[in-house]
């Protein structure tokens, strides 16, 4: 497939707006993707029957049900580095058309999930707390140090080693993320901590969206472990929104 080919799977709005929403890091079925992007389910199928011959999504079938996912971690990275520069390059953000977004917005925020990593204030906070306690070095690109292999194993997070294969997952990366216009931790080190901070209970998510609430027990761990502080979002309790 050219660059052009693969660029014009992603020109159409609908497949745009699919690809955005799969960034949650989660299956979706084409009916949730097609409520999701306002369109009629038949337009949805045709859609996604595109994206996923042209390897952008995964597809799983469960019985009647489709469902469908980002291919791999590098199409994530793919979609959230160009979300990231078309934000940037706009002249502005367009303001929330409803209380709802807003709020929906100003969640994502403060925490979310990039795929399959954490991002938002509290993504950004986690990486420079570990750049700054030296638990992965920037000095020639990033990479876990041993002082920071031996603090994830205390958590019980066994990063996998390098084989310096094109194919493998860096154990590392930067992301940038487009709220904060910093950089969060992506690679193999982002998706462990994530999934711990979800298994652990640190987090949970909000709804059915990439929006991430910090626990009681998150706050006190990741003070703990990090001595990294966030502001609680307003309003919010210890027991998911739904």
């Not at 709220?179 to 652990?200: K, P, Q, Y």
């Amino acid at each position: 497939m050219s660059l052009a080919e693969f660029a014009g799977l992603l020109a159409d709005p609908t497949r745009a707006a699919f690809c955005t929403a799969l960034l949650d890091g989660r299956a979706w079925t084409a009916g949730e993707l097609a409520r999701h992007a306002g369109v009629a389910p038949s337009t949805a199928s045709e859609h996604l029957s595109r994206l996923v011959a042209g390897g952008v999504l995964a597809e799983e079938r469960q019985g009647r049900h489709r469902y469908v996912r980002l291919a791999d971690p590098a199409v994530a990275t793919l979609i959230e580095d160009l979300s990231a520069y078309a934000e940037s390059a706009s002249s502005g953000r367009a303001r929330p058309r409803t209380l709802r977004e807003s709020t929906r917005l100003s969640a994502e925020a403060r925490a979310r999930t990039c795929y399959d990593h954490l991002a938002g204030r509290l993504g950004v906070a986690v990486s420079d707390a570990v750049l700054e306690r030296g638990l992965v070095a920037d000095d020639a690109g990033l990479a876990v140090t041993e002082l920071g292999r031996g603090w994830l194993a205390g958590i019980g997070i066994d990063l996998p080693v390098r084989t310096g294969r094109r194919s493998t997952r860096p154990v590392v990366r930067s992301c940038l993320d487009w709220t904060e216009r910093r950089s969060h931790l992506g690679g193999a080190l982002g998706a462990a901590l994530c999934r711990t901070a979800l298994d652990e209970g640190w987090v949970e998510r909000i709804g059915s969206g990439r929006a991430l609430r910090v626990t009681a027990a998150g706050d006190r761990a990741f003070r703990e472990l990090l001595g990294v502080r966030l502001d609680a979002a307003p309003g919010a309790g210890p027991g998911p929104t739904g």
